[in-house]
């Protein structure tokens, strides 16, 4: 017997459109870090760039650094606010559970422990 569960909800309230709002935002903030990570880590030391005698950049630009844990810790946050909102807001069981908002903020916090881990490495062994 499948049981037909009905919506009861007559339209979109203020919840949901910022529930939205803030997990698309997370999401968005996410990407961009990724691609700003790209230009923030140091280069890979392929033996190619070696031969031909080429620089290879060794440490993380501090600012873009900066400006990465900020994006991250924003994107954290989003995602965070959003499960809090939505815990405080669904009432039934059948309610989304935002799997992606949990597994975004548990990536963004790795992130960021990783990049602390790597930058406090690169200080201490130079």
């Known amino acids: 017997m499948i049981l037909d569960i009905k919506n009861r909800r007559s339209s979109t309230d203020i919840g949901v459109v910022l529930t939205r709002i803030l997990a698309l935002s ?15 880590a140091p280069d890979q030391d392929y033996g190619l760039l070696q031969f031909r005698g080429m620089e290879i950049r ?20 989003c995602s965070y606010f959003c499960l809090v909102l939505d815990h405080y807001r669904s009432r039934r069981k059948c309610d989304s559970k935002h ?12 992130w960021v422990m990783f990049i602390l881990v790597k930058l406090n490495e690169l200080q201490t062994y130079p």
């Not at 440490?59 to 946050?77: Q, R």
């Not at 799997?99 to 790795?110: D, G, K, M, Q, Y």
């Open 26 to 40: 997370g999401w968005i903030l996410f990407i961009f870090a990724i691609v700003m990570s790209y230009y923030a």
């Open 58 to 77: 060794q440490f993380w630009l501090a600012p873009l650094t900066g400006y990465l844990y900020f994006v991250l810790w924003v994107s954290a946050l």
């Open 99 to 110: 799997i992606n908002l949990v597994l975004l903020l548990t990536i963004t916090v790795a």
